[in-house]
């Protein structure tokens, strides 16, 4: 194909993946946590507040291993389809797997990104809280230990 006069070449990346240099675009900063910066931890004071936060860091991280698993899923189901697509033995084959991993990608799209939006967010609170348990053991008596 031609370019138009002045343009440089198009590289086009291989179906399903990213130029390293190149974010995705519906990549959405991280929460901030209150303005206090994304690493600022709430400070524990009491031996309560101490087991209420190490409790919600478990139920929290189990939330968070199961949406890794499943991102997990979803990054196998489309690695798979690529690799049919790139590995298709003629044209026509070429083009039915390309529309097998566009159809998957649009099934899947909306629930995908609300699923890694869900894991970042997590990611964040379950690093605010370590950080805040493990400050409250630093200071604390020697019975409090560290996640």
């Not at 609170?125 to 805040?132: F, M, P, Q, V």
Request: hydrophobic share 35%; aromatic share 6%; glycine share 6%.
């Amino acid at each position: 194909t031609r370019q138009p006069a002045g343009r440089p070449p198009a590289t086009r990346q291989p179906a399903g993946r990213q130029s390293a240099t190149r974010q995705p675009a519906t990549r959405q900063p991280l929460p901030d946590a209150g303005g206090r910066g994304a690493t600022a931890a709430p400070r524990i004071e009491s031996t309560e507040a101490y087991h209420a936060g190490k409790r919600r860091f478990r139920e929290r991280y189990r939330r968070y291993r199961q949406l890794d698993v499943a991102l997990a899923a979803l990054t196998a189901l489309f690695i798979g389809l690529d690799d049919k697509v790139r590995g298709a033995s003629c044209e026509d084959a070429r083009r039915e797997a390309e529309a097998r991993l566009v159809e998957a990608f649009r099934a899947k799209k909306r629930s995908m990104l609300q699923q890694t939006q869900e894991y970042r967010a997590l990611h964040v609170e379950l690093k605010r809280l370590k950080a805040a348990v493990n400050g409250y053991v630093e200071r604390a008596p020697k019975t409090a230990v560290a996640l």
